[in-house]
């Protein structure tokens, strides 16, 4: 099996049942699997809340590990509305054309770096700091900010064999405390000091809101862009007719953008809790329960997608729910989208070819389902374009 090719644990599953079920600490999760489901329910924020107990509806859940509400993530319409209201503007200026020229000069310098090493490690030593780099344009903080992210390492909550760390989520935590001290103190023109000096129902958000937006913005975008970065140049490696095609029609990249993110799904799923006992595919939900939305086995649906388990580059129709769906479609999409936008179109312009070495899968645990996220390692030469 090629090192970039993604298995699709949920087909037996979904085409038999339409669900899978998991233990996650005791708390355990009915995984909606077919498309139609997980659009649906995830519309149903009546039944299906996000607003439950902070952490509860991650899956592994964070309940463990914090009491800080992820705000607008966590919490549902008609509240969700007027938080979203106020972050997403700041969200949308990846759509600016001085934030693409920041980032693409960004990336462009990553790569020239890299194309002079022999061996590069892709996830530590390419998608983290791409990422973390990046995250400074979209927090309006200065770039050295970057050193600092980079050192903790590709998982804010994770360690090695571990689903969470307490310890290591408050190095995040203390931190953003921290940043939002010095930002009431001192406002600049960064996140937190936009955040510090909005409005809510005719009031300031507090500081405990502001770390919520905070909290979600960090994590919500980090191991996601990691993982989407690293699959995208490993398929890259893999398919050298591929990156010959971008060069030649670069008029797809876009498509090819939504494409890698149906196929890889940087993230696997995400919970609600049910407020009601109702049923979930003809399988009872029992109140106070928790579901997930399995955008991973809904982006494989036969029956919405052809070749399900193939990268269409130019696929004509694609709805994915990478980016999640309804209400609660990620805020970070349009950031992640320019990222992997810019990043395609470097490479097609300044790589010749990869060599993959060697490579450590990540493979998350769900129980008796085993999905394929991504690496821990993947070792690679970036050989440049010559023309």
């Known amino acids: ?135 400074t344009l979209l927090l309006n903080t200065p770039f050295s900010e970057s050193e600092t992210w980079i050192s903790w390492g590709t998982h804010v909550f994770r360690s090695e064999g571990e689903a969470l760390d307490g310890d290591k989520a408050n190095i995040l935590y203390d931190y953003i405390d921290a940043e939002i001290e010095r930002a009431s103190k001192n406002p600049t023109g960064d996140m937190y000091s936009i955040l510090l000096d909005s409005e809510f129902e005719g009031r300031k958000l507090t500081k405990e809101e502001v770390k919520g937006v905070m909290v979600l913005t960090f994590a919500g975008g980090r191991d996601t862009v990691i993982n989407a970065v690293t699959n995208a140049i490993a398929y890259l490696a893999e398919h050298p007719e591929s990156l010959e095609r971008l060069r030649k029609e670069p008029e797809i990249t876009g498509k090819t953008v939504e494409e890698m993110i149906r196929y890889f799904s940087p993230l696997t799923q995400m919970g609600r809790v049910v407020t009601e006992d109702t049923f979930v595919c003809e399988h009872a939900a029992k109140a106070d329960t928790r579901v997930s939305l399995c955008w991973a086995s809904a982006n494989r649906d036969a029956k919405v997608f052809e070749n399900p388990n193939e990268i269409v580059m130019d696929r004509r129709i694609n709805p994915h729910v990478g980016f999640g769906f309804s209400h609660h479609n990620c805020l970070g999409a349009t950031h992640a989208r320019q990222i992997m936008k810019i990043l395609l179109q470097t490479l097609a312009e300044k790589v010749g070819s990869f060599k993959i070495f060697d490579c450590k899968e990540n493979i998350e645990d769900l129980h008796h389902f085993k999905r394929k996220v991504g690496f821990h390692s993947i070792n690679m030469k970036f050989n440049p374009l010559t023309k």
């Open 1 to 135: 099996m090629n090192k970039s090719e993604f298995p699709d644990p949920f087909e037996n599953e979904r085409e038999s049942k339409g669900y899978g079920e998991m233990d996650d600490q005791n708390d355990p999760v009915t995984m909606l699997l077919r498309h139609k489901d997980v659009r649906k329910t995830a519309h149903n924020y009546k039944t299906f809340q996000s607003g439950a107990v902070p952490g509860r509806i991650v899956v592994p859940s964070e309940v463990s590990i914090r009491e800080t509400r992820q705000i607008p993530f966590e919490v549902d319409p008609p509240v969700h509305g007027i938080y979203r209201g106020l972050v997403e503007p700041w969200f949308k200026r990846p759509l600016q054309p001085e934030y693409q020229e920041k980032l693409a000069e960004q990336i462009t310098n990553i790569v020239e770096e890299v194309l002079q090493e022999d061996s590069v490690e892709v996830v530590t030593d390419f998608a983290l700091k791409l990422q973390s780099r990046a995250l």
